[in-house]
C-alpha cells in the first residue's frame, strides 16, 4: 500500500495558520518549501512481492520490510539458533556459537515475527529522513547509503520513528501493531541471512543460505565477475528465502549492540566496537558468507568511523513490557517456567519445595531453599527446551518415513505387477529355457526381474518397520499431550522449510500414534494403506 499523506502539504497549511496568527514574519518560511509526490516503487521497491509490509516514510516515500517468523507462540517463547561457523580460522569472531531468537510481535495468535529491511536502506530513504527538503526521486539515490557513522545511523533511526509517533494512523492502516524502527542485533540480523525458518536445520548451518546458482546472482563481492569495486543499486540480483535483497555483499550492514568475542560455547564478557555484517562489494567472495562478522571502531582517530562500504538496514521491533496486560501474562508464564505436573515420575518437586519454603521461619534457610527451586526450575526448563526439540525432530522423522514408505510401496508394486504381467500374459513358462538370455522371456531376464521385486519388497518392509518403530518409541517416551503441543510447531516449521507437502503426512503420523496409544496394536499394513491414500491425493 503506498500512502498519499504529503508531510510538506501539511506543513504548509499549518504554517498558513501561523500565519494567522503571527503575522507575515512566518511568509520567509514558504519559498523554501518544496511539494513532494508519491515515489514510484522502482525507487524503493524494484523487486514487488505480495507480502511486503510497506512503511510510510516523509516526503511520500516508502520502506518495505519483511515478516521475519520464528517458530515461537507464547512471549516467553524463544529458540535455540546456532550462529556462526565451525571454522576455527579467526574463531575469536566467527566461531559456532549458541543463541536464542523469537518474534516481538503476533498476528490472531500466530507464530510470532519480526520485520527486517527488505533492502538496504538507500540515500533516497536516508535524506528523505535526514534533510530539510525533500529529495527528488531519482536512480541515482537508490544506491544504499554509505559513509555514514553508527551515530548517524541512529540518528535516522531517532529522527524516523520521531515521524512515525506522529503518523500513528499510518501505521493503523496497514494492521501493523505499534512499534518503532531500529538497527538489527547481531542474532536478529543473521537468523534472517541465513533463512530463518524459511530453510531446514541442515541448510541454516550452511556457510550460506541455499543457492540454485552461483554466488554472484545473489551477492555483490570484490573481483571482475560481480561488484568490480562498485556500489551497486538495491534489488538488481536474487534474494535469499526470506526474499532479502543484498544480505550479503553491496553495502556492509552496522549492527545495533555492541561485537563480542566468542569462547568457544558462548560470548566474551567484553563489549567491544561495532559489529558489520554481511561483507561489501569489497569483500572477498570466499569471506562472502552469513558467518562473516567483523569490529569497526565507533570512532576513527578524532571523528566518528565512517566507510564507503558500510550502509545500513532497518528491523521494525517494540519493547517487551509495553502494557500492564502484558506483564501480568509474562509474569504469569514465567511462573509456570520449569513447573512439574503431578503426573511426573518425582511428582511436582518444584511445588513441593515451594510449600516448604513458606513454612520456614529462618531467612537464611528460605533464601537457600529459593535458590535452589531457581535451580531446579531452570534444570526443568532446559530439560523440557530438549525434550520439545526431539519431539519436533521424531515428528518430522515420522512425516518422512510415511511418505518414504508408499514411495517405496509404488516401486513394489509397479515391479510386482510388471512381473506377473510378463509371467501370466506376456511369456510362456514352457518356453524360458529355450529363448536366448538377451530375451525378455527368458529364465535370466525373469529371475532378475523377480530379485527386483523382492529387493523392493524388502526396501519397503525395512522402512515399515522403522516407521512403525519411530510410532511405538514416540508414544512410549513422551506422554500425549506433550506430543500435541509440538505438532502445531512442527507443522510450521515443514511449511515454511518448503516442506509443505510433508504436512499431511505429519497429521497422519500424529493419528497413528494416537491409534497406538488408544490400542496398543501394531497395525502396519492399515498404516501403509493409509500412507498410500495420501500419496494418491497429490
Avoid at 11 to 24: E, P, T
Wanted: glycine share 6%.
Amino acid at each position: 500500500m503506498l500512502f498519499k499523506f504529503n508531510q510538506q502539504k501539511a506543513y504548509v497549511k499549518h504554517n498558513y495558520i501561523r500565519l494567522a496568527c503571527w503575522g507575515l514574519a512566518t511568509i520567509s518560511l514558504l519559498p523554501a518549501l518544496s511539494f513532494a509526490e508519491p515515489w514510484d516503487s522502482k525507487f524503493y521497491n524494484p523487486k514487488p512481492t505480495k507480502d511486503d509490509v510497506i512503511l510510510p516514510m516523509p516526503c511520500d516515500g516508502s520502506l518495505v520490510m519483511k515478516k521475519v517468523f520464528t517458530p515461537t507462540d507464547k512471549p516467553l517463547d524463544d529458540v535455540k539458533v546456532i550462529l556462526g561457523s565451525n571454522q576455527k580460522e579467526l574463531g575469536f569472531a566467527e566461531y559456532a556459537t549458541p543463541n536464542y531468537i523469537a518474534g516481538s510481535f503476533s498476528d490472531a495468535g500466530k507464530e510470532r515475527y519480526y520485520l527486517i529491511g527488505k533492502y538496504e536502506i538507500t540515500a533516497l530513504q536516508y535524506q528523505s529522513v535526514m534533510n530539510d527538503t525533500c529529495p527528488t526521486p531519482k536512480i541515482s539515490l537508490s544506491f544504499p547509503i554509505t559513509d555514514i557513522s553508527w551515530f548517524d545511523a541512529i540518528a535516522f533511526t531517532d529522527k524516523y520513528n520521531r515521524w512515525l509517533l506522529a503518523n500513528q494512523s499510518k501505521i493503523k492502516s496497514i494492521n501493523l501493531p505499534n512499534g518503532y524502527v531500529r538497527l538489527p542485533n547481531n542474532t536478529e540480523w543473521e537468523y534472517a541471512a541465513r533463512g530463518g525458518s524459511k530453510v531446514t536445520e541442515s541448510e541454516f548451518r550452511e556457510s550460506r543460505f541455499p543457492m540454485t546458482k552461483n554466488l554472484e546472482n545473489y551477492a555483490w563481492f570484490s573481483g571482475a565477475k560481480s561488484a568490480n569495486g562498485k556500489l551497486q543499486l538495491i534489488g538488481r540480483l536474487d534474494p535469499n528465502p526470506l526474499d532479502l535483497y543484498d544480505i550479503l555483499g553491496n553495502a556492509s550492514e552496522m549492527m545495533f549492540d555492541s561485537f563480542r568475542m566468542n569462547k568457544l560455547d558462548r560470548y566474551h564478557g567484553q563489549q567491544g566496537g561495532m559489529i558489520v555484517r554481511g561483507g561489501s562489494y569489497l569483500t572477498p567472495e570466499s569471506s562472502t558468507t552469513s558467518a562473516f562478522r567483523t569490529e569497526k571502531p565507533f570512532y576513527d582517530d578524532k571523528n566518528a568511523y565512517k566507510s564507503k562500504d558500510v550502509g545500513f538496514r532497518l528491523v521494525y521491533t517494540t519493547e517487551v513490557m509495553n502494557s500492564n496486560d502484558k506483564i501480568k501474562e509474562l509474569d504469569k508464564e514465567w511462573s509456570e517456567l520449569g513447573s512439574e505436573t503431578d503426573s511426573t515420575k518425582n511428582g511436582n518437586v518444584v511445588g513441593e519445595l515451594e510449600k516448604i519454603t513458606k513454612q520456614v521461619e529462618d531467612e537464611k534457610t528460605k533464601k537457600e531453599l529459593n535458590q535452589l527451586n531457581t535451580l531446579l526450575r531452570s534444570a526443568n526448563q532446559a530439560r523440557d527446551e530438549q525434550r520439545d526439540r526431539s519431539i519436533q525432530s521424531a515428528l518430522q522423522l515420522g512425516a518422512f518415513l510415511c511418505a518414504n514408505v508408499s514411495d517405496l510401496n509404488g516401486k513394489f508394486e509397479y515391479n510386482d505387477n510388471l512381473y506377473k504381467t510378463m509371467i501370466n500374459e506376456v511369456c510362456d513358462s514352457k518356453e524360458a529355457d529355450t529363448v536366448t538370455d538377451d530375451n525378455m522371456c527368458s529364465k535370466v531376464k525373469l529371475d532378475n526381474l523377480k530379485q527386483v521385486v523382492d529387493e523392493s519388497k524388502s526396501a519397503r518392509d525395512f522402512i515399515l518397520k522403522y516407521y512403525s518403530d519411530t510410532i511405538v518409541n514416540t508414544a512410549s517416551n513422551y506422554e500425549k499431550n506433550t506430543i500435541n503441543d509440538q505438532v502445531k510447531s512442527t507443522q510450521f516449521i515443514l511449511e515454511n522449510s518448503g516442506k509443505a507437502n510433508m504436512s499431511d503426512y505429519l497429521k497422519l503420523y500424529f493419528k497413528h500414534i494416537n491409534q497406538y496409544i488408544e490400542s496398543g496394536k501394531i497395525e502396519r499394513t492399515a498404516w501403509l494403506q493409509t500412507c498410500n491414500e495420501i500419496k494418491g491425493k497429490k
